[in-house]
């Protein structure tokens, strides 16, 4: 809170405060805590933030963590969602969708090319005329599906010959990215105040914004360097794309579920992700 005092301070009056905030676990036992959303609150009633929408950042490659509730015991699912709450200082932010539009899925296009007569849904929705168009590309929904599995980028390779040991909660660069894409402006000024390894510095100095990271680990700025230097030298190569469409899925429910008794030996054996 003492941090947020002062992110609201320094805020245009258009401008945005995003926090991505992962979730915890009671000690001991197999609740969740509820400290992110008591945050929430406070911010908003206490501080007079506006919340202009919140986020789930969905990692696919999340491990099933924790381990004594997920894989040992068996009583809850693997945590793979943060929370990202998207606050402004004033109810009118600047934003727009329009750049962080995402390719139609393959229905969609299959719908599109063979056309679609206006009706009601068994659902009750009226779906009209407009549904049709073709815009070019899709409004996104507020989940963000970005796997988190860097290994071998530009910033390892530069940790590695310098002898840096890499920052340890790194996220992927879609997660920043899709906030500075939506709410800013070529020139506009983004201040990350818990750089770590300044993934969101590397992201405005690629999309033209200006920018600031503060960091309180010297070694962590130091890793970071490799980032912009790195940046510089990139080279493409011919035919190469700079991003590859890749489409995460989450399985229907129930897809093992079954209605005998006989479905209790797909719990038992050996734990599995």
């Known amino acids: 809170m003492d941090f947020a005092v002062h992110f609201k301070r320094i805020l245009k009056r258009n401008g945005s405060f995003v926090l991505d905030i992962g979730g915890s676990w009671v000690k001991g036992q197999p609740t969740r805590s509820i400290y992110q959303f008591e945050l929430l609150v406070v911010l908003c009633r206490e501080l007079g933030f506006h919340l202009a929408q ?3 950042w ?18 809850r699912v693997k945590d793979a969602v943060n929370q990202v709450w998207w606050l402004s200082k004033s109810p009118w932010p ?5 750049r962080v539009l995402q390719p139609y899925s393959s229905s969609m296009r299959t719908l599109l090319k063979k056309g679609y007569k206006p009706s009601m849904r068994p659902s009750g929705h009226d779906i009209s005329s407009q549904f049709n168009s073709d815009n070019g590309a ?6 963000i599906a970005s796997a ?26 879609d997660i920043p990215e899709y906030f500075v894409r939506m709410l800013t402006d070529e020139g506009d000024m983004v201040v990350d105040p ?4 300044c993934v969101t510095g590397e992201v405005c100095e690629r999309l033209g914004r200006r920018w600031k990271c503060i960091e309180i680990e010297e ?8 980032r912009f230097k790195a940046h510089s030298k990139k ?9 590859q469409e890749v489409v995460y899925q989450i399985p229907k429910v129930g897809g093992l579920w079954r209605d005998d008794t006989k479905s209790k030996k797909l719990t038992t054996g050996k734990s599995r992700r």
């Not at 899709?138 to 989940?143: K, M, T």
């Not at 390892?156 to 660069?173: E, L, N, Q, T, V």
């Open 58 to 75: 969905w990692n696919p490659a999340k491990l099933p963590t924790p381990a004594e509730w997920v894989t040992v015991r068996r009583v």
């Open 138 to 143: 899709a409004i996104p929904p507020n989940l």
């Open 94 to 98: 600047k934003a727009s969708n329009t």
């Open 194 to 197: 818990f750089a770590g390894s």
């Open 235 to 243: 080279k493409k190569t011919s035919g190469s794309k700079d991003r």
């Open 148 to 173: 988190n599995t860097e290994s071998n980028s530009s910033y390892i390779s530069y940790c590695k010959d310098k002898g840096i040991k890499p920052h340890p909660a790194r996220f992927p660069k």
């Open 219 to 226: 070694a962590y700025l130091q890793g970071a360097l490799g």
């Open 54 to 56: 919140d986020f789930y």
